[in-house]
C-alpha cells in the first residue's frame, strides 16, 4: 500500500502550487477555522473548499473512504456532545428558546441545536481543506517545504524519514505477524484482553528490535555522509515561489484576518443571534 | 552511551514511522464498540526512555499528525499535543534509567511503570481535555470522560507492552562491565 497518505497526481492548479505554499495555507486557513464560532464565516468555508475541491480536479469518489471516517467521527462526537451536555448551548448564548423534551434533562433547546449546527459546520470548514491538502501535496515535498517555513531541516528530515519508511515497516509488521500467526497466537476477539495485548507483543518486539538495528544502519550511512555538518541544506524536491503562491498565501492571509475581526466585532467567539 | 544527533533524528523518523503503523494498523478490538486499544504509546514510551524527552516528544507529534492526516479528519491538535507531552515526560524520566546498558530490573520496572502512570495521567487528563476547551469549545465533562477512558487504556498498553520492549531491549544488550580481562 505504497498511496497511504492518498496523493493524487493530477496536472490542476492546485497541484502547480508549492508545497510550501500549500503548507502555509492549509495553517491559516486552520487557524482561521480555529479562532472563530462565527456561524456566518464558518459556513462560507466549506463553500469555498468546495470550490477549491473543483479546480484541483479531485472527485469525492477519490477521497469518498476518508469523508466516510469523517462523518462517523462527525456524528460520534455530536452525540456525545448532547448526552454530557444538552444545556451546552443555552450557557454559550445565555438564552433558552425550548422546542420540546425528550426527559429529564435532556430539553432541545434552538441554543443546542444552533451550537451542534456551529460544530458540523466547524467539522466542514476544516475537514475538506485538510483532504485537499493531501491529496494534493506530494508527500516527498512536504518536508522541504516545513523546512521551507522554518522548521529545523534536521526536524523536517526525521518527517521525510518517517514518510520514508512507513510502507518498510508496514510490510515487516505484516511479514511478523504472519509467521507469529502461524505458530498460533491468537489477536482476535476469541481472546482474552490480556492475551491479545500479549500477543501484540509478540509481534512488536521483533519488529521494534529489528527497527532499532535500522535505526542503526540509517544513522551510520548519513553520519557518513556527513549529515548534519552545515547549518543549511538544498532539497530536490523544493520550488521556487510563483505569483499564484503569493496570491493565495494572501488570500489565506485575509481569511484569518477576517476571523480575527469577527471576533472583536462580536466581542466573543461566537456570532449569537439569541440576544 | 551518549546518542549522536543524527542517531537522534533517525530515530525520531523511524520512531514516528512505528508510531504511525502501530497506531493505524495494529488495531486491538477492545470491549467497547468502536474503540481500539492504541499500543503505540507502548512504543512511544520505550523510545522515549532510550532516546530522551526530545526524541519522544517529536515521536508523538509527527506520529500522531501523520496519522490524523492519513484519516483525513484533520489534526486534532489538542490530542496531538498530549501525545507530544507524554512522550517528553517519560522521557525526562526514563532516559535516566540505564536500559541501553543492559540494566532493566525490578526496580526499573517499577520506576517506568509509576512515571508513565504519571505522564499518561498529565497528558489525559490535563493537557488533552483543556485544550479541547480551549480550543474547540466542547462541553467539560464530555471532554473529560474522554480523556480518562484514553489515559486508562494508555495506561494498561503502555504497562505491558512499554515494559515487555523495555525487558526484552535491556536483555538483547550487553550488560555494563559484563566482559573481565583474563588474566
Known amino acids: 500500500m505504497r498511496n497511504i497518505f492518498n496523493y493524487i497526481d493530477r496536472p490542476s492548479p492546485i497541484h502547480d502550487l508549492t508545497g510550501a505554499t500549500k503548507l502555509v495555507c492549509l495553517l491559516l486557513w486552520s487557524f482561521a477555522a480555529m479562532m472563530t464560532y462565527d456561524t456566518r464565516f464558518l459556513a462560507m468555508l466549506p463553500v469555498l473548499s468546495f470550490a477549491l475541491f473543483v479546480?484541483?480536479?479531485?472527485?469525492l469518489r477519490d477521497v469518498s473512504f476518508m469523508l466516510g471516517f469523517t462523518v462517523v467521527f462527525m456524528v460520534l462526537n455530536n452525540v456525545l456532545v448532547f448526552l454530557f451536555s444538552p444545556q451546552h448551548g443555552v450557557s454559550l448564548y445565555h438564552a433558552k428558546h425550548?422546542?420540546?423534551s425528550l426527559g429529564g434533562r435532556y430539553v432541545v433547546t434552538q441554543e443546542q441545536l444552533f451550537y451542534h449546527l456551529n460544530l458540523v459546520l466547524k467539522y466542514l470548514s476544516t475537514i475538506p481543506i485538510v483532504l485537499l491538502f493531501v491529496c494534493t501535496t506530494d508527500p516527498s515535498e512536504f518536508a522541504a517545504s516545513l523546512n521551507r517555513i522554518g522548521v529545523k531541516y534536521s526536524i523536517a528530515y526525521s518527517v521525510a524519514l518517517a514518510l520514508r519508511y512507513i510502507p518498510d515497516i508496514q510490510r515487516e509488521y505484516h511479514e511478523i505477524s504472519q509467521a507469529q500467526q502461524a505458530r498460533g497466537i491468537e489477536m482476535s476477539k476469541k481472546q482474552t484482553l490480556v492475551k491479545r495485548l500479549k500477543s501484540a507483543g509478540a509481534i512488536l518486539i521483533p519488529l521494534i528490535?529489528?527497527?532499532?538495528?535500522?535505526?542503526?544502519?540509517?544513522?551510520?550511512?548519513m553520519e557518513l555522509r556527513g549529515f548534519g555538518k552545515k547549518k543549511k541544506r538544498t532539497w530536490y524536491m523544493a520550488r521556487p515561489f510563483s505569483r499564484w503562491d503569493i496570491l493565495a498565501m494572501i488570500l489565506s492571509a485575509g481569511l484569518l484576518v477576517t476571523a480575527i475581526l469577527l471576533n472583536v466585532r462580536n466581542g466573543e467567539r461566537f456570532w449569537n443571534p439569541f440576544v | 552511551?551518549?546518542?549522536?544527533?543524527?542517531?537522534?533524528?533517525?530515530?525520531?523518523?523511524?520512531?514516528?514511522?512505528?508510531?504511525?503503523?502501530?497506531?493505524?494498523?495494529?488495531?486491538?478490538?477492545?470491549?467497547?464498540?468502536?474503540?481500539?486499544?492504541?499500543?503505540?504509546?507502548?512504543?512511544?514510551?520505550?523510545?522515549?526512555?532510550?532516546?530522551?524527552?526530545?526524541?519522544?516528544?517529536?515521536?508523538?507529534?509527527?506520529?500522531?499528525?501523520?496519522?490524523?492526516?492519513?484519516?483525513?479528519?484533520?489534526?486534532?491538535?489538542?490530542?496531538?499535543?498530549?501525545?507530544?507531552?507524554?512522550?517528553?515526560?517519560?522521557?525526562?524520566?526514563?532516559?535516566?534509567?540505564?536500559?541501553?546498558?543492559?540494566?532493566?530490573?525490578?526496580?526499573?520496572?517499577?520506576?517506568?511503570?509509576?512515571?508513565?502512570?504519571?505522564?499518561?495521567?498529565?497528558?489525559?487528563?490535563?493537557?488533552?481535555?483543556?485544550?479541547?476547551?480551549?480550543?474547540?469549545?466542547?462541553?467539560?465533562?464530555?471532554?473529560?470522560?474522554?480523556g480518562l477512558v484514553g489515559g486508562i487504556s494508555n495506561i494498561v498498553t503502555t504497562a505491558i507492552i512499554g515494559t515487555l520492549l523495555c525487558v526484552a531491549y535491556a536483555a538483547a544488550k550487553p550488560k555494563k562491565g559484563s566482559l573481565s580481562r583474563d588474566r
Not at chain 2, 15 to 31: D, H, N, Q
Request: aromatic share 12%.
Open chain 1, 209 to 221: 528490535l529489528s527497527s532499532m538495528d535500522r535505526i542503526e544502519v540509517i544513522s551510520n550511512a
Open chain 1, 55 to 59: 479546480i484541483s480536479k479531485i472527485r
Open chain 2, 1 to 146: 552511551m551518549k546518542n549522536s544527533p543524527v542517531k537522534t533524528i533517525v530515530a525520531i523518523g523511524i520512531g514516528a514511522a512505528l508510531f504511525f503503523v502501530l497506531g493505524r494498523f495494529v488495531a486491538i478490538p477492545s470491549p467497547v464498540p468502536n474503540t481500539n486499544i492504541s499500543t503505540q504509546y507502548g512504543l512511544l514510551a520505550f523510545m522515549a526512555a532510550i532516546f530522551g524527552p526530545v526524541a519522544g516528544a517529536l515521536i508523538g507529534l509527527i506520529g500522531h499528525a501523520l496519522i490524523d492526516f492519513s484519516y483525513g479528519w484533520g489534526i486534532w491538535w489538542s490530542w496531538v499535543i498530549a501525545s507530544a507531552c507524554f512522550g517528553a515526560l517519560i522521557g525526562l524520566v526514563a532516559s535516566r534509567l540505564s536500559i541501553e546498558d543492559g540494566e532493566f530490573g525490578q526496580k526499573g520496572i517499577i520506576t517506568f511503570n509509576l512515571f508513565q502512570v504519571v505522564s499518561h495521567v498529565i497528558a489525559w487528563g490535563v493537557i488533552a481535555p483543556v485544550l479541547d476547551i480551549v480550543m474547540y469549545k466542547e462541553p467539560a465533562n464530555k471532554v473529560f470522560l474522554q
Open chain 1, 98 to 100: 425550548v422546542l420540546f
